[in-house]
Every structure is written in structure tokens, then in C-alpha cells.
T-cell receptor, first 112, second 111 residues
Framework: ETGVTQTPRHLVMGMTNKKSLKCEQHLGHNAMYWYKQSAKKPLELMFV???????ENNSVPSRFSPECPNSSHLFLHLHTLQPEDSALYLC???????????FGSGTRLTVV | GENVEQHPSTLSVQEGDSAVIKCTYSDSASNYFPWYKQELGKRPQLIID?????GEKKDQRIAVTLNKTAKHFSLHITETQPEDSAVYFC??????????FGSGTRLQVQP
């Protein structure tokens, strides 16, 4: 276990569903991230939280909504997704400046 | 924003040969350059990193070099083994914040 846990590991959802991805880190890091990994864009940054405050949103559609209630937990709320949103969603945490970046195992999302 | 270019996209070598992967970055404020290895179905894992105040770093068969003036850095794997087969990603931290990753290099080591 690397210290970053993601659930669920696999998720299949319809385009009208609402679901949430969860990430938890036990490394004492103060920054957390969501990345999307697909064949088209291998590791695409979606959201950055530093000290529980969102500091970056890389023009992600509003159907993806992040939540960071504290420095150890990060959520990604999903609603009315499209089939092209099917991908591996990876959570990561680090110290400020990106050092010590550690990834979770990811959630394989399929939108049908 | 930061742009990290990585080459080649695929690389095939014979077991025992060396492999070199190259990356360039655009933001001169970047000061941290890690390399990640991702095996099929697994998460990316850090294999080596270098900070901007160092020109070269080595860890057994893996080494990384950094040229700040030219804004490029490279990963060198010597005496490659079949278990080195994976996708390798370089990264930089533009504005000293979140990592921006290269597009990845699929390395295949032929036994």
C-alpha cells in the first residue's frame, strides 16, 4: 500500500447517473490532485487542491465537481457524464511544489 | 502553461542494451523533474527525480541528466532487463506547483 487509497477500483455508470470517486492519503501531504488518464492524453491534470483550497482547475467540464473536506480526503463527484469521459481517474498527493508525488491505484470508469 | 515534450513515444531495445528517453520543458521556473514508471494495469511509480541545482543523478542502472540552459532532461537505463518493459513518464513542476507530465514512452525490452 503506497499510502494513497482510491475507491472504487472500477465503476460503470449510465449517462444520467450520479456517482462519486473517493481518495484518501495517509502520507501527511498538503496537496492533492485529480488526473485523467486515457489513450489520447496519458496524464491530464484536472484539479489541484493545496491546503484544502482549490488552486487550479484545468478547464474541466462542470459535470466533474471536486470536493476536498480536509487535507487527507478528496472526492470527485460525477453527473451526466459522456461516453468520452470513460478513462482511468488517478488521485495523487504530494508536498508543496510536487515533490513526493504518490499516486493511488486509480478508478477505471466506464460511461455507457 | 507548461509544455513537457517527451520522445520517443515507443522504444524497443535488446536485453542488455541501454535506453534513453528525452524530455524538454518550457517554464524556466520549474525546479523539480521526476520520472515515473507505469506497468500495465498499475499506478505510475516514482523511479528517480532530480532538482534544478543538480546536473546528474544516478541510482544503480538508472540515471537522469538535466540541462537547465537548454531546458531538457533525460532518463538513461543501462543493462536493460525484460522487467524494465513499461511506460515511462517524465514530469516538471511549472510555477513550482502541480506536475505536468510528458506523453509517455512505451519501452519494450526484447529478451
Amino acid at each position: 500500500e503506497t499510502g494513497v487509497t482510491q475507491t472504487p477500483r472500477h465503476l460503470v455508470m449510465g449517462m444520467t447517473n450520479k456517482k462519486s470517486l473517493k481518495c484518501e492519503q495517509h502520507l501527511g501531504h498538503n496537496a492533492m490532485y485529480w488526473y485523467k488518464q486515457s489513450a489520447k492524453k496519458p496524464l491530464e491534470l484536472m484539479f489541484v487542491y493545496s491546503l484544502e483550497e482549490r488552486v487550479e482547475n484545468n478547464s474541466v467540464p462542470s459535470r466533474f465537481s471536486p470536493e476536498c473536506p480536509n487535507s487527507s480526503h478528496l472526492f470527485l463527484h460525477l453527473h451526466t457524464l459522456q461516453p468520452e469521459d470513460s478513462a482511468l481517474y488517478l488521485c495523487a498527493s504530494s508536498q508543496e511544489g510536487g515533490e513526493g508525488y504518490t499516486f493511488g491505484s486509480g478508478t477505471r470508469l466506464t460511461v455507457v | 502553461g507548461e509544455n513537457v515534450e517527451q520522445h520517443p513515444s515507443t522504444l524497443s531495445v535488446q536485453e542488455g542494451d541501454s535506453a534513453v528517453i528525452k524530455c524538454t520543458y518550457s517554464d524556466s521556473a520549474s525546479n523539480y523533474f521526476p520520472w515515473y514508471k507505469q506497468e500495465l494495469g498499475k499506478r505510475p511509480q516514482l523511479i528517480i527525480d532530480i532538482r534544478s541545482n543538480v546536473g546528474e543523478k544516478k541510482d544503480q542502472r538508472i540515471a537522469v541528466t538535466l540541462n537547465k540552459t537548454a531546458k531538457h532532461f533525460s532518463l538513461h537505463i543501462t543493462e536493460t532487463q525484460p522487467e524494465d518493459s513499461a511506460v515511462y513518464f517524465c514530469a516538471a513542476n511549472p510555477g513550482r506547483r502541480a506536475l505536468t507530465f510528458g506523453s509517455g514512452t512505451r519501452l519494450q525490452v526484447q529478451p
